[in-house]
């Protein structure tokens, strides 16, 4: 049974840097797509952006000069780095596996990590 | 960007009602859709994926199904874990999600 954990900082200054990293037990990482996801406290779902295990990137447009995601293989681990941040990128971070390369759903989900920006 | 339009936003249904939410795309995503729940505090749950296919694990009371580039999620005999937040999520280009639709108990 395939699990994800997501660990790093609860709160963050303002212009500093989100780091986060999802830990993936029960599988290898070398055979799926991975994202981040977060959503804000109330609203809605928004996909930060995936990587596939040979470390090829695809970032939401609006987030893509802020944002890098990584992937450590010999750890089955993946990471986020959201630089700058503001307010707005309070939310509830999630990592999830998406489900093939033909259907970028995602079907399994870490329990979230919540993130605050603030001084 | 493809924009997805969902409706309603809240629905209040009583236990064994038939309920349906709707997802509306801005332009065809060749049933590159799927929908998820979400309970509070928890992360959103897979349910359809590819507009109609049903999730391992997941009840047949759901189903799903997709008229051009509207797509409608029914829920059949409304039980009492169903009442969450629903969302639709297009994946033909950079996935997004639908704004959701919270169900409510009548």
């Known amino acids: 049974q395939v699990e994800l954990q997501e660990s790093g900082p609860r709160l963050v200054k303002p212009s500093e840097t989100l780091s986060l990293t999802c830990s993936v037990s029960g599988d290898s990482i070398s055979r799926y797509y991975w994202s981040w996801i977060r959503q804000p406290p109330g609203r809605g779902l928004e996909c930060i952006g995936y990587?596939?295990?040979?470390?090829?990137?695809t970032y939401s447009p609006s987030l893509k000069s802020r944002l890098t995601i990584s992937v450590d293989t010999s750890r089955n681990q993946f990471s986020l780095k959201l630089r700058s941040v503001t307010a707005a990128d309070t939310a509830m971070y999630y990592c999830?596996?998406?489900?093939?390369?033909?259907?970028?759903?995602?079907?399994?989900w870490g329990q979230g990590t919540m993130v605050s920006v603030s001084s | 960007d493809i924009q997805m339009t969902q409706s309603p936003s809240t629905l209040s249904a009583s236990v064994g009602d038939r309920v349906t939410i709707t997802c509306r795309a801005s332009q065809s995503i060749s049933g590159r859709l799927a929908w998820f729940q979400q309970k509070p505090g928890k992360a959103p749950k897979l349910l359809l994926y590819e507009a109609s296919s049903l999730e391992i694990g997941v009840p047949s009371r759901f189903s799903g199904s997709e008229s051009g580039t509207e797509f409608t999620l029914t829920i059949n005999s409304l039980q009492p874990e169903d009442f969450a937040v629903y969302y639709c999520?297009?994946?033909?280009?950079?996935?997004?999600f639908g704004q959701g639709t919270k169900v409510e108990i009548k």
């Open positions: 999520q297009q994946y033909d280009s950079y996935p997004a």
């Open positions: 999830a596996r998406i489900y093939s390369s033909r259907h970028k759903t995602f079907d399994v």
């Open positions: 990587i596939y295990y040979n470390g090829s990137t």
